[in-house]
């Protein structure tokens, strides 16, 4: 059975700080890593996706990520956070090649941007 | 391009009774999930529905159940709510194929039993 952890339940920063969440997945099968990030009362929005090739991937507002197999990690960084960036962060794994693209999701991160 | 739309926004039922909730999904895809989001906690895959089928379904009771149309849009029905039905309901799309394997989110409803 695949699983999720998100460690930190918070993470607090200042803004231009620079800020790594961390991913950990469990699963005896290859998988397909996302990041999706959801503000107050809103759905979530896809941040990045690795699916193959290069183990570092970038996605959308600056944010970056690099799967480490060995380590079976899917940490999330960014080198300058703002204060719109406050949300949570949600890492996701999915079966590479399963019937469906059912999405097992962590508990979240809550990222705090402090000015 | 219109996104993922869901219906309602809110809703607030009573204990056994019942409830649907109403997903359409984004142009072009043919795939619709559902996820139910308590309060703190990620989202928990219900089931996922491809040509009017339940393809595949988590680890929820058959109070929980859904549609699909022959336009892709989806319901998600839950009979005899509990309190712990409380939680955001989220629906998602994708299209058919093994490479596209991204879920577009809608904005979800949330559900209050009291």
């Known amino acids: 059975a695949q699983s999720v952890t998100q460690l930190d339940s918070q993470v607090p920063v200042f803004e231009e700080a620079p800020v790594e969440l961390r991913c950990n997945y469990s699963?005896?099968?290859?998988?397909?890593l996302f990041w999706y990030v959801q503000y107050p009362n809103q759905g979530l929005q896809l941040l990045l996706k690795y699916l193959s090739g290069s183990t570092l991937v970038k996605g959308i507002n600056g944010f970056e990520a690099e799967f480490n197999k060995s380590q079976t990690s899917f940490h999330l960084r960014k080198p300058s956070v703002h204060i719109s960036d406050t949300a949570e962060y949600f890492c996701?794994?999915?079966?590479?090649?399963?019937?469906?693209?059912?999405?097992?999701f962590g508990t979240g991160t809550l990222l705090a941007v402090q000015p | 391009d219109a996104g993922v739309t869901q219906s309602p926004t809110h809703l607030i039922k009573t204990r056994g009774q019942q409830v649907t909730l109403r997903c359409s999904p984004k142009s072009g895809h043919d795939t619709v999930s559902w996820y139910q989001q308590a309060l703190g906690q990620g989202p928990q895959f219900i089931f996922q529905y491809y040509e009017e089928e339940e393809r595949q379904r988590g680890n929820f009771p058959d109070r929980f159940s859904g549609h699909q149309f022959p336009n892709y849009s989806s319901e998600l029905n839950v009979n005899a709510l509990l309190l712990g039905d409380s939680a955001l309901y989220l629906c998602?799309?994708?299209?058919?194929?093994?490479?596209?394997?991204?879920?577009?989110f809608g904005p979800g409803t949330r559900l209050t039993v009291t």
């Open positions: 998602a799309s994708s299209p058919t194929g093994t490479a596209s394997y991204e879920q577009y």
């Open positions: 699963s005896s099968v290859s998988v397909y």
């Open positions: 996701a794994v999915s079966w590479a090649g399963g019937a469906t693209n059912k999405l097992i």
